[in-house]
Nanobody
Framework: QVQLVESGGGLVQPGGSLRLSCKAS????????MGWYRQFPGKQRELVAT???????SYVDSVKGRFTISRDNAKNTVSLQMNSLKPEDTSVYYC???????????????WGQGTQVTVSS
C-alpha cells in the first residue's frame, strides 16, 4: 500500500539547522500537493509548508524566511530545510501528500509517522 516514511528529526541547538525528508512509496499514479505539518501538545496539527507539483510553495508566517520546502517528483520525495531554529519550533513534524493510487481516480491524503524535532540548548 501507499506509505510515507520520514527521516531527519532530532535535537538541535537554537539557531541550528535540520533537514527533514519524506519518501512516498507504493502503487502511486500521481502525487498532487505535498506538505509538512506540526503538532504541539494539546493542539491541532498545523500546516507549516506546502508545495505543488509545479513547485509553488506556501509557508505559515512563523517560518517564512527560515524554512524551505522542496520536492523531487521523480523520486516521490519532499524535504523541509529548517534554518535558524527556535525553541518554539519544537514539535512533532508530519509529512503529508495527496496521492492518487494506480487504477484509481480519487486522491487521498496520506501521512507520515511523524518525526520529533527538539530545539534546545
Amino acid at each position: 500500500q501507499v506509505q510515507l516514511v520520514e527521516s531527519g528529526g532530532g535535537l538541535v541547538q537554537p539557531g541550528g539547522s535540520l533537514r527533514l525528508s519524506c519518501k512516498a512509496s507504493g502503487p502511486i499514479a500521481t502525487i498532487s500537493n505535498m506538505g509538512w505539518y506540526r503538532q504541539f501538545p494539546g493542539k491541532q496539527r498545523e500546516l507549516v509548508a506546502t508545495i505543488s507539483p509545479s513547485g509553488t510553495t506556501s509557508y505559515v508566517d512563523s517560518v517564512k524566511g527560515r524554512f524551505t520546502i522542496s520536492r523531487d517528483n521523480a523520486k516521490n520525495t519532499v524535504s523541509l530545510q529548517m534554518n535558524s531554529l527556535k525553541p518554539e519550533d519544537t514539535s512533532v513534524y508530519y509529512c503529508n501528500a495527496a496521492i492518487i493510487q494506480e487504477h484509481s481516480s480519487f486522491a487521498f491524503n496520506y501521512w507520515g509517522q511523524g518525526t520529533q524535532v527538539t530545539v534546545s540548548s
